[in-house]
């Protein structure tokens, strides 16, 4: 299937036909409201509903909002409606009514560097998972060494914890680098400064679209069945900090400064091609978390730093999505599972994504394995850590025959940590 | 000083004319709306508001809506402008447009058992603490024994995990009993049922009033500025599934499935006369923690509990909130320490408030000793955990010269695990 839109069939686009991923925009003129993607094109769906060419079937526009909740809490009716629709008035020889219609074409494709892209969807609360298996093996390894690398419940549960939702932010959106406590091995007090070990994770958002009742559990296939698309997830975490906050209550300020995600979530249904089932269980799994067919997907994912100042950046991960252990649908039934109600707008981070490989690690933690192992950039730069003025950019893709199910960036800059508004921190 | 509202002046009312503690109710006749309580009585504060008798300054009503979330928003002059005017109305020799007003208070007074109360705020989200001394020892001894009770950032971090908001509920909605994984220390594999050790955590809610700015730190009399009041809270756990889950990242399903608070928030205005210093520091703490003054306050607290089928509720525990190690500013200042945004509308739980007799403690785990010696209520009746069909109910009130800030109750029961809704369960 091809698009009139030349540009959805360059090569390695991240936006074909086939996509259609779900963002928000705003540009001089409109106000923020959703949209889709097309080759070069955000194209604004509020003015696609008013003009009658889409509906999503609710009693009201849902396309003229800043957050994408009011379609998605809509469900899966209305979510492969408006991508059929969409797909009809986009494709070579479909309904002429938008290909027709200068006026509107004009008015609503947006060129990509025209348009000022949003958080997606108003993020309801925000959970982070630890469901990578060559991650937590590498992390627990640095930390408790390889014999009690996995902790007992890894491979029954999928460990995860509540973060902080406040503060996750679309990519391009600026990070500043947090001031925490920290006390270092041999430091007899801790003490508060800014992180000296800014890190990210690279992992994949699963953006939950519909809600359950609180005490009420859910299947796989029914946790399957509620979620709405992905996203790109950088999981911005300051090691040092969680070194000493995290026992006993896990992660708290180490991962609650900021958490990035790609400006568009790609639908489920745009994913559907690349189902892959999770690797083979190690040990069998409860009953409430079997999965009834394959629930990952084959999604190719990179990380690149940009060093301060630089003017190329350097890829330093290559990796994929199917190598988490546990599902977002696994990962949501057990969110579910003691009865927690889950709403239209979760956001569940994946957990980082590493391969077997060094060069497949989703975190610098793991690429300098605890700091020891410098990574050299290719401009001869080295680094351990993220430095000021760094950028640390994802991107990721479904490879399917002859197009890309792309999720664009999620790229984010350090910005210096404000010392000299503590003024009774040390620096 | 007195109302002209007589059930105010009765002895221990909860809810004198000092009181004047915010919640939303409902009747037949009335959507949720906001409203304050005097004596019997809830009153209708978007009645009030709409008469012109009230206003809290900003560009549009503020109490007929079915949270407070707006009118916390207006900041602390609203706060206390509202809270001027209702004492002026409500007070022997104030303002007579009220109590002149026989139509009026026809409309505006409901009596409390004609009243169901609603979640009074909008709980942007939820973050508990543990920051009671006792409690952390109790806990940390049961576990790790008592030379290694408190961990070792104990002393120097206010140590909290991020919750569940959407599970936070208000006081008298019943609480499923959750299933989970569960393994006991002798099993050789989890299994999947209903929790066998269910509890409650006796806790102080404080409600975030004013928002930060996400990457700005605060300090701790800035934060004790954004609070805008105090609930009872009860932080529900399954202290089963929490002993298999929480190791590396903290507790999760454990404490997911429910959290209840009063109806009533009670301003930090009614609880000025009760401030009361934190504790003597065991260690020095870090200066971006330290308490310009005394943050905490005397707040008396009482657990009771009715068996299934019984007719009389047994108190199993009294304490005060002058417990705690960390009050609930320097909480809210460490949370946004590292650029976390804080909303209005975040609650932040204190932490299980126990004192340093058995009979102080807030939780059914310290005071059964993990199960290991059960308690014995007035009817004979014997618990470790709390069985289907009890009752828990928590209250609390600062002791005035003559009269009482109360906060009503907190209150909840226990209903069966949906076992069958887990036909895959084993039970």
Redesign the interface.
């Known amino acids: 299937m091809k698009s009139w839109v030349e540009s959805a069939a360059v090569e390695n686009c991240h936006f074909p036909i086939q996509n259609l991923p779900f963002g928000v925009f705003s540009t001089k003129a409109l106000s923020p409201r959703c949209c889709t993607a097309i080759g070069d094109y955000v194209v604004d769906l509020a003015a696609l509903e008013e003009a009658g060419l889409i509906n999503a079937g609710g009693d009201k526009p849902v396309f003229d909002q800043p957050a994408l909740n009011a379609f998605m809490g809509l469900g899966k009716t209305a979510w492969d409606g408006v991508r059929a629709q969409l797909t009809d008035l986009l494709k070579d020889g479909g309904n002429p009514a938008l290909k027709g219609n200068d006026a509107l074409k004009e008015a609503a494709f947006i060129p990509m560097d025209a348009a000022a892209m949003h958080l997606p969807f108003t993020v ?2 925000y959970t982070d998972f ?1 469901a990578g298996r060559q991650h937590a093996f590498n992390v627990g390894t640095m930390f408790r060494g390889p014999e009690n690398a996995l ?3 890894w491979l ?2 999928p ?9 996750v ?1 679309v990519s391009g959106t600026a990070v ?1 680098r ?4 920290l ?1 270092g091995p041999n430091d007899t ?4 400064g800014p992180c000296a070990r800014l890190d990210i994770e690279l992992e994949m958002g699963a953006v939950v679209g519909l809600p359950t009742e ?4 859910i299947s796989v296939q029914e946790a399957d069945d509620l979620i709405f698309g992905y996203v790109l997830l950088n999981d911005w975490s ?1 090691r040092d ?1 969680q070194a ?11 991962k ?3 958490t990035s995600i790609s400006p568009w979530v790609v639908s489920k249904a745009a994913l559907e091609p690349f189902r892959t089932s999770t690797p083979e269980r190690e ?1 069998e799994l ?3 978390l ?1 999965e009834p067919g394959p629930m990952l997907y084959d999604i190719e994912l990179e990380v690149s730093m940009l060093p301060n100042g630089g003017d190329k950046a350097t890829t330093i991960a290559r990796t994929n999505y199917n190598n988490m252990y546990y599902s977002a649908a696994q990962q949501l039934a ?2 579910a ?7 239209t707008g ?1 956001l569940l981070g994946s957990g980082t994504i590493s391969g077997p490989e060094k060069t497949q690690y989703g975190s610098l933690l793991e690429i300098s394995w605890g700091g020891k192992e410098p990574l050299t950039l290719d401009s001869g730069e080295t680094r351990t850590f993220i430095e000021d003025g760094d950028t640390m950019t994802l991107t990721g893709w479904a490879q399917g025959d002859g197009y890309r199910i792309g999720f664009g960036e999620c790229t984010g800059s350090i ?1 210096p940590a ?1 010392v000299n ?2 003024p ?2 040390e620096k």
Chains 1, 2 share one sequence.
Do not use: V
Not at 178 to 181: E, L
Not at 214 to 217: L, V
Not at 245 to 252: D, I, N
Not at 337 to 343: A, D, E, I, L, V
């Open positions: 309801s609360e630890y902790p007992p419940n029954h549960i460990i995860g914890y509540n973060g902080r939702a406040s503060t932010i500043r947090p001031m925490g406590q006390k007090a801790p003490r508060f609180m005490g009420e559990p300051a900090i000493w906050e995290y026992q006993p209550l896990g992660p708290f300020q180490a609650a400064f900021a040990k409860l009953p409430y079997a057990h969110h599972s003691s009865g927690c109600k889950m709403n979760d910005l404000l508004k503590f009774r921190a």
